[in-house]
Structure formats: C-alpha cells, structure tokens
T-cell receptor
Framework: DAKTTQPNSMESNEEEPVHLPCNHSTISGTDYIHWYRQLPSQGPEYVIHGLTSNVNNRMASLAIAEDRKSSTLILHRATLRDAAVYYCILAPSGTYKYIFGTGTRLKVLA | GAVVSQHPSWVICKSGTSVKIECRSLDFQATTMFWYRQFPKQSLMLMATSNEGSKATYEQGVEKDKFLINHASLTLSTLTVTSAHPEDSSFYIC???????????FGPGTRLTVT
C-alpha cells in the first residue's frame, strides 16, 4: 500500500485559509487520494477525494500536483469546528480498505 | 449523507468476559464493512474486512479467534471481543462502503474499557 506523509500538526487563525499538505511519492496510477478528518472521540468524517484533477465541494478543495506525488487540502475559512486530525489516504479505485497514516492535527486559534 | 451507527457507544467489562459491538448502516445497504481499532493519541488501525454472507478477512497480527466478526445482513456487522483483557481497551470504529463511489462512512465509535 502506498504511504502518505503529513506534518504532525498545524495551526491556523480562525477565518483564515488553511493548506494541509500530503506527500505520496509512491502513488500508483489507480490510487485515489482521500481526505478524512476526525474530531475527538468520534469516527472519521469524509472530506473530499480526487484522482487527477482538482476538486471542490462544500467542505473544502483538493489541489493535486501534476505528477500526483503530493496534494493539498484547502479549507477556505477555518472555523473552530474545523479543529481535528486530518488524514490523507491513498486507495486504488474500487478499494475501500483504508490504511491510515498519522494525520495532521489542526489547531484553530480564535 | 449515509449514516452508520454503533452500539454501544461505550462499555465497561471485566477481564475474561466477552463484549459484542454492533455496526449498522441505517439508510443504505453495505456488502462490505470494516473494523478499526484506535488507541489514545494514535491513528486508526484496520483490523478486518467484513463481507456480508462470508468470512471476515483479518489483517496481519489480528487474532481471528479473539475478535469474532459476523456480517449477518446487508445492514449489520458485529464485532465480538472474546475473553477481553485490559490491553483490549480501545476505541473501536466501524465503517461501510458508501453509495457514492469513493466515499466510506464511519460509525461514531465504541469505547471499550476492560477492568
């Protein structure tokens, strides 16, 4: 399974954009890039996923590098409720067997 | 979005007893569900893949006789921790393949404490 590397923690001020990076240099052509987040004592929550093109939804945007060896999750305006651990996961198309890395703990400052 | 529930949300049991945790997909059918375990301050670790009507597939290092998984219907999977010990105390989370391609829905988790 391809691995992902994320910073252990990041901080952001409320109302400001946040860019959460993920490196996945061993990604294969069929791997989708998934992002989930986990609030304390809760199960992970789907954020966004993509394959090659940048993706937008109501929660966030996903920017994927042209060589697909890295991606960035963008929260356009961080709120206190966005404080969570964000996980970047690779999984081939049709596979839902997720291997979680260590994730990035995002702290949002009021 | 699709909803996955778990019951109970927390449980305390004595060492040597067995505990059953239920995972239900409330508004969709899930042929495949997954069970994870998470220790404090750590990431989720995949334990097994649960397939409706067939035997579960366990990850390396997970004892299949200790963690019994049954996927009896398209909306229910159960995890039974047999002969629980304090080291089995953890946060157990299930998930199910979503109806939308690429999405997986997670339950709220069950906190197990073995005394």
């Amino acid at each position: 399974d391809a691995k992902t590397t994320q910073p252990n923690s990041m901080e952001s001020n409320e109302e400001e954009p946040v860019h959460l990076p993920c490196n996945h240099s061993t990604i294969s052509g069929t791997d989708y890039i998934h992002w989930y987040r986990q609030l304390p004592s809760q199960g992970p929550e789907y954020v966004i996923h993509g394959l090659t093109s940048n993706v937008n939804n109501r929660m966030a945007s996903l920017a994927i590098a042209e060589d697909r060896k890295s991606s960035t999750l963008i929260l356009h305006r961080a709120t206190l409720r966005d404080a969570a651990v964000y996980y970047c996961i690779l999984a081939p198309s049709g596979t839902y067997k997720y291997i979680f890395g260590t994730g990035t703990r995002l702290k949002v400052l009021a | 979005g699709a909803v996955v529930s778990q019951h109970p949300s927390w449980v305390i049991c004595k060492s040597g007893t067995s505990v059953k945790i239920e995972c239900r997909s409330l508004d969709f059918q899930a042929t495949t569900m997954f069970w994870y375990r998470q220790f404090p301050k750590q990431s989720l670790m995949l334990m097994a893949t649960s397939n409706e009507g067939s035997k579960a597939t366990y990850e390396q290092g997970v004892e299949k006789d200790k963690f019994l998984i049954n996927h009896a219907s398209l909306t229910l999977s159960t995890l039974t921790v047999t002969s629980a010990h304090p080291e089995d105390s953890s946060f157990y989370i299930c998930s199910a393949q979503g109806v939308v391609v690429g999405e997986q829905y997670f339950g709220p988790g069950t906190r197990l404490t073995v005394t």
